[in-house]
């Protein structure tokens, strides 16, 4: 998949808790970028190369993604913890020269942004989250109509192996449902994710992941409860997505950090592929220091 990410070098950093495969190019500021369920850091194919052309761009595989390493879970699913994974971006921006950087996450990239700019404040200059709220507010104010929208956050949390069975015997049927229409992605990078998603333990440690995020990762949450942001926060949303659907998602942001700007796109739920010319403006526009 190099040819995608033209000029970019391909890297595995070691980090305290995972072994992290990603890519990386361009020259400027550092711009991180992390990737959602249940895809993999080619979702920035179509952003990545453009960024690069001002930023020095990271795409990482989350761990428990893609071609990222898949530890075991550890007690109380800590090791897939969004500070867990923060901790590993931390680690590898750490490792690639850079002690502050700019970070855009996408669905599940998106918390481990958001949990990586609270445990690491001194870190991150900028913070753009793409397509969610909160996961505490999500959880406390979660309604049918977005339980049933979101009906994979309280499946895949199931114990017992429940989850991971079902998916293994039907993996690409599972992941056609997820990605809703793959004819969005194109057929070789449907294949591409197909193949990191059929890996048994890619589905074990991505189950592992929204069981921290239903578990240790609201009790990290809560001990940050009433703590505001302090670095700018762009925050888009995809006018077709049930994410934002039924929240006023700048409000929600602005009772989570002091400076919140931010709009929707006119896409569904994958903003970065369904609609990559208006969220690279916006990123973009937004790194360089601009307001959304």
Not at 35 to 46: A, I, S
Not at 54 to 77: H, N, Q
Not at 150 to 174: C, D, M
């Amino acid at each position: 998949m190099a040819e995608y990410f033209p000029g970019f070098e391909q890297r595995r950093i070691e980090t305290s808790g995972a072994n992290v495969s990603l890519v990386v190019g361009g020259r400027g500021p550092p711009v991180l970028l992390l990737h959602g369920y249940p895809q993999t850091h080619l979702m920035w194919r179509k952003l990545a190369p453009r960024l690069a052309a001002e930023f020095t761009v990271v795409a990482p595989d989350l761990r428990g993604y893609g071609d990222s390493s898949k530890p075991p879970a550890g007690p109380d699913s800590m090791n897939y913890s969004k500070r867990a994974l923060a901790q590993d971006q931390v680690e590898t921006i750490a490792a690639l020269g850079f002690e502050r950087f700019m970070v855009a996450g996408h669905d599940r990239g998106a918390r481990v942004a958001h949990r990586l700019a609270r445990d690491h404040p001194e870190r991150v200059e900028r913070l753009a989250l793409l397509d969610i709220v909160p996961t505490l507010y999500r959880f406390e104010t979660m309604d049918q109509k977005a339980a049933t929208a979101s009906y994979h956050w309280f499946f895949l949390i199931q114990p017992g192996g429940l989850p991971e069975r079902l998916i293994g015997a039907e993996p690409e049927f599972f992941l056609r449902s997820m990605l809703r229409d793959p004819a969005v992605f194109g057929p070789e990078i449907f294949a591409d994710y197909l193949r990191c998603y059929k890996n048994p333990e890619t589905i074990r440690a991505t189950c592992d992941e929204y069981r921290a995020g239903a578990s240790i990762d609201l009790e990290h949450d809560r001990a940050d409860r009433g703590r505001h942001l302090t670095m700018p926060l762009l925050v888009l949303w995809g006018q077709r997505s049930s994410q934002g659907s039924g929240y006023d998602v700048l409000a929600v942001w602005r009772d989570h950090a002091e400076t919140v700007s931010g709009h929707p796109v006119a896409s569904g739920h994958f903003l970065a592929e369904e609609a990559p010319e208006e969220t690279y403006h916006a990123l973009s526009g937004f790194f360089r220091g601009k307001s959304a």
